[in-house]
């Protein structure tokens, strides 16, 4: 199957990566950030200075034990941030040793996936929640394609582990009745041949045509229970089954205007940014940004569904007008409704009626024009065209929470 | 101990997107100031200074009522005052006196605007608003015909706008196809030469397509820009579209008044199409 995506924007963000993996250099500390997983409230089962082998359960979801959240790599607990709200900010592990948690490959897909913490990798669709352990979809998503600025090449990792990742398609598989779609840009196939159940979908056009909200909604799948996934996470399934040992290694991108050397390098899920962005260049000071700049945050750890590191020079700060009134803040900034936003969303959904909607917190209207069918990342292009400076994705949240605690 | 050190840390905090394309309101209002050049030059050219005082009368009047409003909100004020007093004051031209200029401008930025909670939040115009004040409140002004090359000048507008998305190809298109077509159907002749003499161009660049007071959905924008062509012509057939910048004001307010039911429309339509898609 073939898509055209007409919509769209080229997003321009100097310092693209050379599509070469390198290895990384070896972060001394990696971290799961609580902000991650949305909805969680964990229960964290390890204490500080505790050692823990890669794959060994840091904590559960309180209302679902089954699902796990496991350590990246061998080391011992550093820290542990609690927050307000009974959630954490950072858990620190500081890497040390080479212990590893081994599991029955051969067992049932979805135990395994749940104990070895590989299972928070999936996220389900409508609301972008980590699926429930004994929930089934109508199909899976596999993104194997990124139009992002400054994204890595699905394709150029992707090569460098094929075996893995059609391991881990076939292990996906299992947990659907459905189909698994592995989406990607155009060109070569990146599954081996097309199966009963593994179908491969190609999406040509500009940001958001790489976008699991776009694949779904072109599949005719918006509104039914999908799940999606990251193609690297679909490799790590693979490694997982194959060998018995979990596996939390990341291609990630390096890159951005203030990245001295944006390149594409081998590292762990939750490293160090601050280790890894070595060699940054900027005058007044680098942003790390986990994730993409359109939809990614700032942070000390790389996020565990993120694979991009962007590094930004530290923004100037703003000025004020007339110069007297200066921080004088809109509490809600006006949006002026012009044609550009027509091109950011792919899907049949009307933008400025949208973007009215979350921004007074009419949840009904949105949900009748068709937020349920999006998250953060798809309405980002909004927030990057929008004069207002409003967070379009922040709102979505807000409005997406609202909707799911109602139902 | 574990608080200490989350002190150093900087928080996740979302905030992204961290790029953004550059388009503040302050640069939009800018740019349009930029293209409201060519258009002033070409009215001082065609009445002499005359103009400069009512430019300056309704500049002041604008940015005061701004900023009156902007600090009893504490909020930032923006430059878009200068631009709704310039498109006001090259409208009115240099007759009118000054005090009714004055007033006419406050009415439109304080009733149409700045009640509302400042532009973005309004759904009339406030130029389009303060002409009509003059028109209802002094029945014995009569507006000076549009300076010559005054739409001619606008032309360079239309096209930086239409190119910066910043007035919508669809809405504009719609007026200029409608009128045509209503215009040739009635057999009034062909309306663009018209359009070029009078206020016309000047009025449907600066005041018609104004998107906050416009439809803000596609096919709203089609509908928006056809029932503005209709109007105009409704309230000035071709031989009348040259002579003042009156029927254009009456058409762009009813228009607007009708831009939010027809965004209500295309939303519902919307809104029904996706029901149906879904089962």
Redesign the interface.
């Known amino acids: 199957m073939h898509f055209t995506i007409r919509q769209g924007y080229d997003?321009k963000?100097d310092g693209p990566p050379r599509q070469v993996v390198e290895d990384g250099p070896l972060v001394s500390t990696v971290a799961l950030?609580?902000?991650d997983f949305r909805g969680v409230r964990p229960k964290i089962l390890v204490q500080?200075d505790q050692a823990v082998a890669q794959g060994e359960v840091l904590f559960v979801d309180r209302h679902r034990p089954e699902v796990a959240f496991a350590a990246p790599v061998s080391g011992v607990i550093e820290?542990?941030?609690?927050?307000t709200r009974g959630t954490f900010?950072?858990i620190v592990i500081r890497r040390d040793g080479d212990r590893t948690r081994t599991f029955d490959a051969s067992g049932d897909v979805r135990e395994v996936l749940l104990a070895s913490g590989m299972w928070p990798s999936l996220i389900a669709r409508p609301f972008g929640r980590i699926p429930d352990p004994d929930a089934t979809p109508d199909a899976i998503l596999v993104t194997a394609m990124d139009t992002s600025?400054l994204a890595a090449e699905p394709a150029v990792v992707i090569s460098e582990a094929l075996e893995e990742f059609q391991e881990g398609l076939q292990r996906l598989a299992r947990l659907t009745a459905g189909q698994v779609f592995v989406c990607q840009a155009p060109g070569d196939p990146l599954i081996a041949a097309e199966q009963e159940h593994i179908h491969c979908v190609r999406f040509r056009g500009k940001h958001p045509a790489g976008l699991p909200g776009t694949h779904l909604d072109r599949l005719g799948l918006?509104?039914r229970p999908v799940w999606q996934i990251g193609y690297q996470a679909v490799i790590s399934i693979g490694r997982l089954f194959r060998s018995g040992r979990p596996a939390s290694d990341r291609v990630i991108s390096i890159a951005g205007p203030a990245a001295g050397n944006p390149r594409l390098v081998r590292t762990v899920q939750g490293a160090n940014l601050q280790e890894l962005s070595a060699g940054a260049t900027g005058g007044g000071g680098v942003?790390m940004?986990s994730?993409s700049?359109?939809?990614?945050?700032?942070?000390?750890y790389l996020g565990f569904y993120h694979d991009q590191l962007?590094l930004?020079p530290e923004p100037p700060r703003k000025r004020?007008?007339?110069p007297g009134?200066r921080g004088?803040?809109?509490?809600?900034?006006?949006?002026?409704?012009?044609?550009?936003y027509?091109r950011a969303l792919s899907q049949?959904?009307?933008p400025?009626?949208l973007m009215r909607a979350l921004s007074v917190g009419d949840d009904e209207?949105a949900e009748?024009?068709?937020a349920t069918d999006l998250l953060?990342e798809d309405v980002?292009l909004l927030?990057?065209?929008c004069?207002?400076?409003n967070?379009y994705?922040?709102l979505l949240r807000q409005t997406l929470d609202r909707i799911e605690a109602a139902r | 101990m574990s608080n200490l050190f989350s002190s150093m840390l900087p928080p996740a905090s979302a905030q992204a997107p961290f790029v953004r394309q550059g388009w503040t309101a302050d640069r939009v209002a800018l740019v349009h100031l930029i293209c409201l050049l060519p258009p002033a030059l070409a009215v001082f050219y065609g009445y002499g200074d005359g103009i400069l005082p009512v430019i300056a009368v309704s500049a002041i009047a604008a940015v005061l009522w701004q900023l009156v409003f902007s600090v009893v909100r504490r909020r930032r004020m923006g430059l878009d005052g200068l631009v709704s007093a310039l498109v006001f004051a090259l409208t009115a031209g240099p007759s009118v006196p000054l005090w009714q200029a004055a007033l006419a401008i406050s009415f439109g930025i304080i009733v149409a605007e700045q009640v509302f909670g400042g532009r973005g939040f309004n759904f009339l115009n406030p130029v389009a608003a303060a002409l009509a004040f003059l028109v209802f409140s002094f029945p014995t002004l009569s507006f000076d015909g549009a300076a010559q090359w005054m739409s001619v000048s606008s032309v360079p507008a239309a096209v930086v706008l239409i190119l910066t998305r910043m007035i919508s190809w669809r809405q504009f298109t719609g007026i200029l196809a409608s009128l045509l077509l209503v215009s040739l159907a009635a057999s009034d002749g062909f309306p663009i030469a018209a359009l070029l003499q009078g206020h016309g161009l000047f009025l449907l660049v600066f005041l018609a397509c104004d998107p906050v007071s416009s439809a803000s959905t596609n096919a709203g924008r089609w509908a928006n820009g056809v029932l503005l062509g209709g109007l105009i012509w409704l309230f000035a057939p071709v031989g009348g579209l040259a002579a003042g910048p009156v029927p254009f004001v009456q058409a762009i307010l009813l228009a607007s008044i009708f831009a939010p039911l027809i965004d209500t429309v295309v939303v519902k339509l919307n809104v029904r199409r996706r029901r149906a898609r879904r089962g």
Request: negative net charge; contains cysteine.
């Open positions: 997003v963000v950030c609580g902000a500080a820290r542990i941030d609690r927050s900010d950072y600025p918006a509104g942003r940004i994730g700049v359109l939809s990614g945050r700032t942070s000390s962007c930004l004020g007008f007339p009134l004088y803040a809109g509490a809600a900034a006006p949006l002026l409704p012009s044609e550009a027509e049949d959904i009307l400025v009626p209207t009748n024009l068709g953060e980002a927030s990057y065209l004069p207002s400076g967070d994705g922040a």
